[in-house]
Each structure stands twice: as C-alpha cells, then as structure tokens.
C-alpha cells in the first residue's frame, strides 16, 4: 500500500512538472514568435532620432576597430574615453601599424590640445605637440564632422534586423555614407565616393547609437563601437620625459 501511494505521488510530481515546462516552453516559444513578427521601425525615421540624441552627447566611451586592412589608418585599433567639457581631452590605448611593425596597447592622452603618447606598451610618455594636427578627437563627437553627421548623411537606409550589441538590443540600419561626411570625420581615409555603412541603433530609450561602420573596400571597414554615452570623463596632465 504505502509503494502504491509512493508510485502515486511520483506520478502527480512528474505530471506537474511536466506542465510546468511545458508552459515555460509554450511563453518563451510565444515571446520570440512575437519578436520576430514586430515589424521594423522606419529606417529614416531611426536615423533622424539617433543623431538628435548623438548631438547633444559630450562624452563617450569609443572602442575603433579595423577590420581586414585600410592602408591610411595607422591605428588598428583604438580603445578610450573622450569628451568635449569641461574641454577636448581623452586618454585610452591604441594598436599601431607604423612601417611595417606593429605596435599593441601604446597608451595616449590628449590634454590642453596636446597629444601625449608612447610608441611602446607602458612606455613612458611623450608630448606629440598639437593633437589636432595628428588627429583632432573632437571630430567624432561634434555634431558638424563626427557621429551624428554621419546619421545625417545616410541614404538608402534600409532597416535589415535586430542584433544584440554589448548588451544593447538594437535596430541594424544599412545604407551609404556621403564621401563628405566620411571625411570630416576620418580626414586620412580621402575618400572621393559615398561608401556603404551600417549603424546598430539602440531599438527602445533615446535610440542611442551602439556601433557605427563604414566598409572602405569589400571586406575591409572601420567599425566604431560607443558604450557610457555622456558618462564623465577625467584627464589629467600626464608626467613626460
């Protein structure tokens, strides 16, 4: 008798269970149909609201990334925060291309319009002299040369998906970038013809902008990543030999 009641109970356990999952099953099986059934917001209209909200940034966390080779950039790859108050100034590490070797994690600071940076992983630091006449930083985040001129300058936009984006659940937009708008904000790259570009806008909140890239050749693209959007950032003057 008391096996019977055993088997009895065992079986109700199981069943239950089995509901149970199977629920847990039919929500989630019912949440990604929903998903993949919303349609995409407007493409133009995503662009328009993103750099609306990328103008009024002053600060952001960049992670530039060069994917396959692009001959003019020396910098192949560029992690660092940056901001334009209370004045221009960032600071972070970059890869480096320079006559064929190749130099990881050199550290930089840009500071009082100063570039100080090191050819070498934890070297010392040097003072490059103006920063705006190797690279001006302020360019990506000015509302006239940087980010939000590029979103202004798409055409064609075409709203292809739904990626997941450091976190971020985004909107993919496709189309291309006026030469004019990739040059102020990349000036070594002397491009004569729009190139195609792809930007990852956040779906919900402000729309911020997640990831931003321009392919300069099949297979070939600058891709910039932005994270902590108007976060403050400080610099400090660094010691230099």
Same mark, same amino acid.
Not at 97 to 112: C, I, L, T, W
Not at 118 to 146: H, K, N, V
Not at 184 to 202: D, F, H, N, R, Y
Not at 225 to 240: I, R, S
């Given at each position: 008798?008391?096996? #019977?009641?055993?088997?009895?109970? @065992?079986?109700?356990?199981?069943?239950?269970? +089995?509901?149970? #999952?199977? &629920?847990?099953? %039919?929500?989630?099986?019912?949440?990604?149909?929903?998903?993949?059934?919303?349609?995409?917001?407007? !493409?133009?209209?995503?662009?328009?609201? +993103? =750099?609306?909200?990328?103008?009024?940034?002053?600060?952001?966390?960049?992670?530039?990334?060069?994917? &396959?080779?692009?001959?003019?950039?020396?910098? $192949?790859?560029?992690?660092?925060?940056?901001?334009? $108050?209370?004045?221009?100034?960032?600071? &972070?590490? !970059?890869?480096?291309?320079?006559?064929? #070797?190749?130099?990881?994690? =050199?550290?930089?600071?840009?500071?009082?319009?100063?570039?100080?940076? @090191?050819?070498?992983?934890?070297?010392?630091?040097?003072?490059?002299?103006?920063?705006? *006449?190797?690279?001006?930083?302020? !360019?990506?985040?000015?509302? /006239?040369?940087?980010?939000?001129?590029?979103?202004?300058?798409?055409?064609?936009?075409?709203?292809?998906?739904? /990626?997941?984006?450091?976190?971020?659940?985004?909107?993919?937009?496709?189309?291309?970038?006026?030469?004019? *708008?990739?040059?102020?904000?990349?000036?070594?790259?002397?491009?004569?013809?729009?190139?195609?570009?792809? =930007?990852?806008? /956040? /779906?919900?909140?402000?729309?911020?902008?997640?990831?931003?890239?321009?392919?300069?050749?099949?297979?070939?693209?600058?891709?910039?990543? %932005?994270?902590?959007? &108007?976060?403050?950032?400080?610099?400090?003057?660094?010691?230099?030999?």
């Amino acid at each position: 008798m008391q096996g #019977m009641q055993t088997r009895k109970r @065992s079986a109700m356990l199981v069943s239950l269970l +089995s509901t149970v #999952m199977a &629920g847990v099953l %039919l929500v989630s099986g019912c949440s990604k149909s929903e998903e993949s059934k919303t349609p995409l917001p407007d !493409a133009a209209a995503l662009l328009k609201q +993103s =750099a609306d909200t990328t103008r009024g940034q002053q600060s952001v966390h960049l992670v530039l990334l060069v994917n &396959g080779k692009i001959a003019k950039m020396t910098v $192949t790859k560029l992690t660092g925060d940056m901001t334009l $108050t209370p004045a221009v100034a960032g600071q &972070g590490k !970059a890869n480096l291309s320079v006559g064929g #070797m190749g130099v990881q994690d =050199a550290p930089f600071v840009v500071y009082d319009n100063h570039l100080y940076a @090191s050819l070498t992983s934890g070297g010392p630091l040097s003072d490059f002299g103006p920063a705006d *006449a190797i690279y001006d930083i302020s !360019a990506i985040l000015r509302p /006239e040369t940087g980010l939000a001129n590029i979103l202004d300058n798409f055409t064609d936009a075409k709203a292809v998906g739904r /990626e997941d984006i450091g976190g971020v659940k985004t909107v993919k937009v496709t189309g291309t970038v006026s030469a004019d *708008a990739v040059n102020k904000i990349a000036p070594q790259l002397k491009v004569t013809s729009a190139l195609p570009g792809t =930007a990852w806008i /956040e /779906e919900g909140g402000n729309h911020q902008l997640a990831q931003a890239q321009l392919e300069t050749s099949p297979g070939n693209n600058l891709q910039m990543t %932005l994270t902590d959007w &108007g976060k403050p950032v400080t610099v400090n003057k660094p010691d230099v030999q």
